[in-house]
């Protein structure tokens, strides 16, 4: 009895083997995978908090760029080995995204090879001053990380020059001014901390004599870059081919370049004819019998700036937030719009002084997958030591109503809301290659969804703010086409910023030079935000009176911080599954 009881065990255990769980051995290749990613770009690892290979710095030379493909060929090649029809829903994004992460680098090597004409692409600082900034590790052990990938700085630079085939005149400006600007972090900086440091005197003045030689080769690629005899430099402008495929890899959209752009005019003209009917009413409250402006953006401006000037002092932006937050988790709570956690709490502080200057407010970390136990703070700019004119702009640029709709986007139910979600899911993957239209297009739905259900009163004043705000995102989307595929002007693409999207100069010249220097990256909160708001609406459609608003957003949430169009792919399934069993009973 005991024997047949042991080969029952025995045949259903090989049984079971031969059955292998396919999910079980793509976690063991995603496992595997990733320490063979965290080998092949040790600096990435650093920048997501996995600091074991702190001590090595990338030789971005041809090598490299060989490494980088057999790497990702032979994985391509192993996840093809894998039915994904097989997999659990997680797996099967996690799938799709190292897919696509995997074809993103064999183009980035092959066809856009930015290592040619970006120069701005060489520049060790970040990774030097992030060890000395963050206290993951004893002081000492960072210091002494420090030196040693302080000996590569020179090959590094090396490097770069042998790369460099046709740089833009953009980017190489850009290169010259972020590598000079990056000095202080290998004298001043490090100075300080290695007079904080258990070091011997020895290895201090080791590390000293290192940096200088990297400050050394630092400044020698800056003054190669300025005497770099480039004849017909070739333009900042992508092309519509390296365009459309650098959307499909970095948006992982299920909408073209082509639709994007038409949906982004369109959402421009809608939103100009409900900007002059709000302009038309609200001009009696804040203008009186005065004559209305013939022309309507002009009409739209003036009420505009006559709103924007109801704004909190530079001294109580902090309390304003701080004030704000509670009341707009209360609102979602009460309208049952979707559950918030209430025991992950954000964190809303001054900004440290070394993020200054970026942001009126927002909210930090996006997802890291080695520390999501860690603090979510709201960073809030410190303008109390501004000049009276400059902050008077900024405090009228943020005024009552930006203001709230900022909240709404970085915090509740924006940003912050959906990283609490999106920590729920255990994958490193999703973490890693967290897509930014679907973070950045829930932060722009949000604003709308909280209007749509009551929030700020239906008062003309917010929606007419409102639809200033998403102009924006509508505007840099057709911006960021036009310069890139469609040889727009610096001349039209002012015109469109501030006459057709109300903002002031200075800020339209800052977008200029932000389009000149990246692409596709501005195209990705209206890109995600019509990919969300298309997705509700085809929901509502299928669903009839069984759809629900709180289900829809806790659904949504729950996939991580993935792509837009895989999440259709699951909810429309699920969608349909329910269905199904509905009809049969
Ligand atoms: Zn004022
Ligand atoms: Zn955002």
């Given at each position: 009895m005991k024997k047949l009881f042991l080969l029952i065990i025995i045949l259903s255990a090989t049984f079971a083997c031969e059955k292998e769980d396919p999910n079980k051995k793509f976690n063991l290749f995603k496992e595997t995978f990733i320490i063979n990613l965290w080998k092949t770009y040790p600096n990435v690892a650093s920048s997501v908090g996995y600091h074991k290979y702190d001590s090595i710095l990338t030789i971005p030379d041809k090598a490299f760029n060989d490494k980088q493909l057999k790497f990702t060929s032979e994985n391509l090649a192993e996840?093809?080995?894998?039915?994904?029809a097989n997999l659990s829903d997680d797996n099967k994004t996690d799938y799709l995204l190292i897919e696509n992460q995997l074809n993103a680098i064999q183009w980035h090597v092959k066809v856009e090879?930015?290592?040619?004409?970006?120069?701005s692409q060489y520049n060790v600082s970040s990774s030097f001053a992030e060890m000395l900034a963050n206290n993951y590790d004893s002081l000492d052990t960072r210091l002494n990380n420090f030196g040693l990938k302080l000996i590569s700085v020179p090959a590094y630079y090396d490097a770069a020059k042998q790369m460099i085939k046709n740089p833009t005149k953009e980017h190489t400006e850009l290169a010259i001014s972020q590598n000079l600007g990056s000095i202080s972090i290998f004298e001043n900086e490090l100075k300080s901390a290695l007079a904080a440091s258990h070091l011997s005197e020895a290895?201090?003045?080791?590390?000293?004599?290192?940096?200088?030689?990297?400050?050394?080769?630092?400044?020698?690629?800056?003054?190669?870059?300025?005497?770099?005899?480039?004849?017909?430099?070739?333009?900042?402008?992508?092309?519509?081919?390296?365009?459309?495929?650098?959307?499909?890899?970095?948006?992982?959209?299920?909408?073209?370049?082509?639709?994007?752009?038409?949906?982004?005019?369109?959402?421009?003209?809608?939103?100009?004819?409900?900007?002059?009917?709000?302009?038309?009413?609200?001009?009696?409250?804040?203008?009186?019998?005065?004559?209305?402006?013939?022309?309507?953006?002009?009409?739209?401006?003036?009420?505009?700036?006559?709103?924007?000037?109801?704004?909190?002092?530079?001294?109580?932006?902090?309390?304003?937030?701080?004030?704000?937050?509670?009341?707009l988790a209360k609102f979602v709570t009460e309208k049952g719009l979707l559950y918030l956690d209430p025991s992950k709490p954000l964190v809303i502080r001054k900004e440290p002084d070394y993020m200054a200057g970026v942001n009126v407010a927002s909210a930090y970390p996006f997802p890291g997958p080695y520390d999501k136990s860690a603090n979510t703070y709201y960073n809030v700019a410190n303008i109390s030591g501004w000049d009276k004119a400059r902050s008077e702009s900024f405090l009228r640029e943020y005024n009552h109503y930006i203001l709230q709709l900022l909240n709404i986007h970085e915090a509740i139910?924006?940003?912050?809301?959906?990283?609490?979600?999106?920590?729920?899911?255990?994958?490193?993957?999703?973490?890693?290659?967290?897509?930014?239209?679907?973070?950045?297009?829930?932060?722009?739905?949000?604003?709308?969804?909280?209007?749509?259900?009551?929030y700020g009163n239906?008062?003309?004043?917010?929606?007419?703010?409102?639809?200033?705000?998403?102009?924006?995102?509508?505007?840099?989307?057709?911006?960021?086409?036009?310069?890139?595929?469609?040889?727009?002007?610096?001349?039209?693409?002012?015109?469109?910023?501030?006459?057709?999207?109300?903002?002031?100069?200075?800020?339209?010249?800052?977008?200029?030079?932000?389009?000149?220097?990246?692409?596709?990256?501005?195209?990705?909160?209206?890109t995600?935000?019509?990919?969300?708001?298309?997705?509700?609406?085809?929901?509502?459609?299928?669903?009839?009176?069984?759809?629900?608003?709180?289900?829809?957003?806790?659904?949504?949430?729950?996939?991580?911080?993935?792509?837009?169009?895989?999440?259709r792919d699951l909810m429309l399934r699920t969608s349909d599954k329910e269905n199904e069993s509905k009809g049969k009973d």
């Amino acid at each position: 009895m005991k024997k047949l009881f042991l080969l029952i065990i025995i045949l259903s255990a090989t049984f079971a083997c031969e059955k292998e769980d396919p999910n079980k051995k793509f976690n063991l290749f995603k496992e595997t995978f990733i320490i063979n990613l965290w080998k092949t770009y040790p600096n990435v690892a650093s920048s997501v908090g996995y600091h074991k290979y702190d001590s090595i710095l990338t030789i971005p030379d041809k090598a490299f760029n060989d490494k980088q493909l057999k790497f990702t060929s032979e994985n391509l090649a192993e996840l093809s080995s894998f039915d994904i029809a097989n997999l659990s829903d997680d797996n099967k994004t996690d799938y799709l995204l190292i897919e696509n992460q995997l074809n993103a680098i064999q183009w980035h090597v092959k066809v856009e090879k930015l290592y040619e004409w970006d120069p701005s692409q060489y520049n060790v600082s970040s990774s030097f001053a992030e060890m000395l900034a963050n206290n993951y590790d004893s002081l000492d052990t960072r210091l002494n990380n420090f030196g040693l990938k302080l000996i590569s700085v020179p090959a590094y630079y090396d490097a770069a020059k042998q790369m460099i085939k046709n740089p833009t005149k953009e980017h190489t400006e850009l290169a010259i001014s972020q590598n000079l600007g990056s000095i202080s972090i290998f004298e001043n900086e490090l100075k300080s901390a290695l007079a904080a440091s258990h070091l011997s005197e020895a290895r201090r003045q080791e590390i000293t004599d290192l940096a200088s030689v990297a400050v050394k080769a630092i400044k020698d690629y800056a003054e190669w870059l300025k005497s770099f005899d480039n004849q017909s430099p070739r333009s900042f402008r992508l092309g519509k081919d390296l365009y459309d495929k650098k959307f499909e890899f970095d948006i992982q959209s299920g909408y073209a370049v082509k639709q994007v752009y038409e949906k982004a005019i369109a959402r421009k003209i809608s939103l100009h004819n409900k900007m002059r009917e709000l302009a038309n009413q609200l001009w009696p409250k804040y203008f009186g019998s005065k004559p209305k402006p013939a022309d309507t953006l002009a009409l739209i401006k003036q009420v505009i700036d006559k709103i924007s000037l109801r704004h909190v002092s530079s001294d109580s932006l902090l309390i304003a937030i701080e004030q704000q937050i509670p009341e707009l988790a209360k609102f979602v709570t009460e309208k049952g719009l979707l559950y918030l956690d209430p025991s992950k709490p954000l964190v809303i502080r001054k900004e440290p002084d070394y993020m200054a200057g970026v942001n009126v407010a927002s909210a930090y970390p996006f997802p890291g997958p080695y520390d999501k136990s860690a603090n979510t703070y709201y960073n809030v700019a410190n303008i109390s030591g501004w000049d009276k004119a400059r902050s008077e702009s900024f405090l009228r640029e943020y005024n009552h109503y930006i203001l709230q709709l900022l909240n709404i986007h970085e915090a509740i139910p924006g940003h912050y809301v959906q990283l609490v979600y999106s920590n729920e899911s255990p994958s490193i993957i999703k973490s890693i290659w967290f897509n930014i239209a679907m973070l950045e297009g829930w932060g722009v739905y949000s604003e709308l969804m909280m209007l749509e259900n009551g929030y700020g009163n239906n008062e003309p004043e917010m929606w007419l703010m409102y639809c200033k705000w998403n102009l924006r995102t509508v505007c840099n989307t057709i911006l960021d086409i036009s310069v890139h595929t469609k040889e727009m002007s610096e001349e039209s693409a002012l015109n469109l910023l501030t006459n057709e999207a109300f903002q002031q100069e200075a800020e339209a010249k800052g977008k200029w030079r932000r389009v000149s220097l990246s692409s596709v990256q501005l195209c990705s909160y209206f890109t995600g935000f019509t990919e969300i708001y298309d997705l509700r609406e085809e929901l509502k459609i299928k669903q009839g009176d069984k759809f629900n608003l709180k289900d829809f957003h806790e659904k949504f949430l729950s996939y991580g911080s993935i792509p837009v169009k895989h999440i259709r792919d699951l909810m429309l399934r699920t969608s349909d599954k329910e269905n199904e069993s509905k009809g049969k009973d």
